[in-house]
């Protein structure tokens, strides 16, 4: 079956400047999770959604950063004011249930540069 | 601090020769823990996990990691690397307390020469 997919690949924006990061989970998967992935380092948590709701944002860098999943199903990850510290790669996962045993499915990112 | 350190920043090997990537976590309780391999071009791939019972694990692939409780450490293994092998190595943690946090290292970079 399909994997998770994420769109755009790539985007480029100017400083300052408001972006939407969308995510498609696997079919059925309840459990949602947003990572950021810098030059060099490690996926960072950003957000966990379990259905409709955001479960776990302690991740979230500040209040630029916003996420929905509104039906359970896809996902948008929302910058505002975007800095040119926001560029990375943006990860998705997604999980049968949340349960921390399951294996978490990734997709291939969204590589974000802020100019 | 609580904090998952990978120590290498990259690691070079023969084709046909063993691997073995090191991971030391600091937590106060043992954690549930993860390997994984990015590819380039490719999403994060769980290798293996471990949350309990016997330390030496199995994964995809031919890696194995055994977890050492005195030596906080869950280090991955593979008796003979291929080519293919190339890529990120990310040990992460899952943290005992009842969330779903998954903390990741900063990752190994392995390099096969032929």
């Known amino acids: 079956g399909a994997g998770v997919s994420q769109t755009p690949s790539n985007k480029v924006t100017e400083k300052g400047k408001y972006v939407e990061l969308r995510c498609d989970p696997i079919?059925?998967?309840?459990?949602l999770y947003w990572y950021r992935q810098s030059l060099g380092q490690g996926p960072e948590f950003l957000i966990y959604f379990q259905g409709t709701g955001a479960a776990d944002d302690s991740g979230l860098p500040n209040d630029r950063f916003f996420a929905v999943r509104p039906e359970g199903s896809v996902s948008t990850l929302k910058i505002q004011r975007t800095e040119r510290g926001d560029s990375a790669v943006y990860l998705c996962a997604s999980s049968q249930s949340g349960n921390y045993q399951e294996t978490q499915y990734f997709g291939p990112g969204t590589r974000l540069l802020v100019l | 601090a609580q904090s998952v350190t990978q120590p290498d920043i990259h690691i070079t090997v023969s084709e046909g020769a063993s691997l073995e990537l090191r991971c030391n976590y600091s937590y106060g309780a043992t954690p549930y823990l993860f390997w994984y391999v990015q590819s380039p071009g490719q999403g994060l791939q769980l290798l293996l996990k471990?949350?309990?019972?016997?330390?030496l694990v199995q994964g995809i692939k031919g890696f194995e990691a055994e977890f050492k409780r005195s030596q906080s450490s869950f280090n991955l293994r593979k008796p003979s690397v291929h080519w293919s092998d190339a890529a990120e190595y990310f040990c992460?943690?899952?943290?005992?307390?009842?969330?779903?946090?998954?903390?990741f290292g900063a990752g190994t970079r392995l390099f096969v020469k032929a």
């Open positions: 471990y949350f309990s019972g016997d330390t």
């Open positions: 992460a943690v899952v943290p005992y307390t009842g969330g779903f946090k998954t903390i």
């Open positions: 079919s059925g998967h309840t459990a």
